[in-house]
């Protein structure tokens, strides 16, 4: 059995990245087609300018060492000099046309890269953000537009005109001498081939290492500034400093090895073309020596070479360029080929939602690769209006419930139906800005409190937006702000406390006005004032819809039509909450009891810590 080496796989797989990178770049330059047109016709006729100018630099000096000054040596040399300056006035020309077209293509290919990456990573899964820093997923993509840039003027700016180059260097030599042309041809292309196999051999693996390495330290920073807060808490910036330290340490030696062998690949090949440069040179000595070649001549082959010999040395940083900006687009050009989490089925149509039912039809679901599924052919009505709560163990499946109602996961048997419909079979941002949510822990955006709360309904008016703070008790401390609605509330809301974050979410579900409402452990966490705000607030946003309340604190759901229990996938128990305290051996009312009791001792300690200060207060 034969055993691939490791240098061999690295080897294929810079290869496969390789295409992958430049057939992605090619979709999108196909769809910018006439500018990319424009942009290699005015570098091929700049470039063919560069080539003509030898042959007549040769003529001119060919004039010049004749020694005659007859009338004919003049015209000769006014020609080849009128001659070089036209085409010198083309090359500036072309060029100059060639970089407003670049200019053109590149910014809307990158502004087309970047919005399409964003509407992707906006569709992945929930697991999928779960398993990835916000950091690093920003990095990816800001690396990969910016190497765009990179690519876009090495490919048409730099190797497209050295391509035409070196075939038509060596073909006007091969013209006059084919000794010298093969010469130059044959050079030429050993030289491309050597820095074609040191780019893909040696520096494309280090590369893809040092921007795996560069992804994570943007996580890493990422993850420490967003939990800046956590950090003071526990004093903990010498530790975060430590831990990033180890981060950049391994980073900084991926890319000095990188930088290294890149470093000696450009040795490598500047002693190749230093080689060639000695056999094209001796070679013309010799054709002159033989008398195969004027002065004028030589000095053509020269230049020609002089030409060719730039182009050379630039080609070599050009590859090198267009490794670097393949391996930086690799992460951004791979989440074309990352499913999306839950994608829209063909066909799918907005979903109408007026009366609110709500049906779980025979679900069966697992998530990724359990076994087990969490569901086994589950089936539940809400009636259209009806308040439900949620009640169980973590990971009963109440948040599950929710997710799935969302459609964050697709079902694996069965089906959900809301009003009728089938959820699989409508678009899911219609059906999600039907599904009002407060979540257990509000995200907001680092933007004011106005369009925080006006997320759900973007055209609402001032006093819409000021009627929906009122009705869920955030008017009074919004009006408190230095800035009242127009306020920034800093990133994810950390200018907030808990509980104001939570009443600019339900502020924010009052404006949406969506016919079924989820409150997720709305009120988990929060002091007993902020808690009493809350709830009051809730009764008032659950009323006339359907609503599904997620409860661990019992005392949010008591006035509830209907709650289910959940346990291991299954609803054990189901009814209000009269009847549930009074089942004998219920989980529900087990966890009632519980809480009950804690309540219970946390009232004793408060009054004992009374008693305690009365004493002192006496003494």
């Given at each position: ?27 999108h330059w196909r769809r910018e087609a006439w500018c990319v047109a424009g942009i290699a016709v005015s570098m091929l006729v700049a470039t063919g300018a560069d080539l003509l100018l030898p042959v ?313 690769m359990q076994v087990d599924p969490l569901f086994r052919d589950f089936s539940i009505r809400i009636e259209p209006g009806e308040r439900v709560g949620l009640v169980g163990h973590s990971g009963s ?223």
């Amino acid at each position: 059995m034969s055993r691939t080496s490791p240098q061999n796989s690295d080897h294929r797989k810079s290869r496969n990245v390789v295409r992958e990178v430049l057939a992605f770049l090619m979709r999108h330059w196909r769809r910018e087609a006439w500018c990319v047109a424009g942009i290699a016709v005015s570098m091929l006729v700049a470039t063919g300018a560069d080539l003509l100018l030898p042959v007549f630099s040769g003529r001119l000096v060919d004039a010049v060492a004749s020694g005659a000054a007859h009338a004919s040596t003049l015209r000769a040399a006014g020609y080849a000099i009128a001659a070089m300056a036209g085409l010198g006035a083309v090359l500036a020309l072309a060029r100059y046309l060639a970089f407003l077209g670049i200019v053109r293509l590149t910014v809307r290919l990158m502004t087309r890269m970047a919005s399409d990456a964003f509407w992707r990573v906006q569709r992945f899964s929930t697991d999928w953000h779960a398993n990835n820093f916000a950091g690093s997923i920003v990095r990816r993509i800001t690396r990969g537009i910016w190497a765009v840039d990179m690519m876009d003027d090495t490919l048409l700016l730099a190797l497209l005109p050295a391509v035409l180059v070196l075939i038509g260097c060596p073909l006007l030599l091969g013209w006059r001498w084919p000794a010298m042309g093969l010469l130059v041809g044959a050079g030429a292309l050993a030289y491309v081939g050597v820095s074609v196999a040191l780019s893909l051999g040696l520096i494309a693996p280090a590369a893809r290492l040092s921007n795996a390495q560069d992804t994570r330290m943007g996580g890493a920073l990422a993850d420490a500034i967003t939990c800046n807060t956590a950090v003071k808490s526990f004093g903990a910036e010498g530790r975060e400093d430590a831990r990033l330290r180890k981060v950049l340490l391994k980073w900084g030696g991926r890319t000095r090895r990188t930088w290294m062998f890149a470093s000696h690949s450009g040795a490598a090949q500047m002693i190749a073309l230093l080689a060639l440069r000695t056999l094209v040179v001796g070679c013309a000595a010799w054709l002159w020596w033989r008398g195969r070649a004027t002065a004028g001549d030589v000095t053509f082959v020269l230049t020609s070479y002089f030409i060719v010999h730039g182009y050379l040395r630039d080609t070599g940083q050009h590859i090198a360029n267009l490794q670097r900006s393949v391996n930086e687009m690799e992460d951004m050009v791979g989440f074309e080929s990352q499913p999306l989490g839950v994608a829209d089925r063909a066909g799918a149509r907005p979903i109408r939602v007026t009366a609110g039912e709500i049906v779980f039809d025979r679900v069966t679901f697992r998530y990724g690769m359990q076994v087990d599924p969490l569901f086994r052919d589950f089936s539940i009505r809400i009636e259209p209006g009806e308040r439900v709560g949620l009640v169980g163990h973590s990971g009963s499946g109440k948040t599950t419930f929710v997710k799935l109602l969302h459609r964050l996961y697709d079902v694996t048997g069965g089906r959900i139906i809301v009003d009728g419909q089938d959820i699989a079979h409508v678009t899911q941002d219609s059906l999600r800005a039907q599904l009002a949510l407060v979540p257990q822990e509000p995200i907001l955006f680092h933007r004011s409190l106005k369009e925080n709360i006006a997320y759900g309904r973007p055209g609402a008016k001032p006093w819409e937006i000021e009627e929906a703070a009122r009705l869920a008790n955030a008017h009074a401390f919004i009006e408190r702000q230095a800035k009242g609605y127009a306020t920034l509330v800093g990133e994810r809301g950390v200018k907030l406390s808990g509980g104001e974050r939570q009443r600019v979410a339900l502020a924010r579900a009052f404006l949406a006005n969506a016919p079924v409402l989820v409150l997720d452990e709305a009120t988990s966490s929060l002091d007993s004032e902020s808690e009493a705000l809350i709830q009051e607030a809730m009764q008032r946003l659950i009323a006339g819809r359907t609503a599904i309340v997620i409860a661990h604190r019992l005392a949010t759901v008591r006035m509830l039509d209907r709650i289910l229990v959940f346990d291991n996938g299954e609803v054990v128990e189901e009814g209000r909450h009269d009847d549930l305290v009074r089942m004998t051996g219920g989980i529900y009312r087990r966890l009632f009891e519980r809480q009950a009791l804690g309540l219970l001792a946390r009232e004793e300690d408060a009054f004992l810590d009374e008693d305690e200060l009365d004493e002192e207060a006496v003494s």
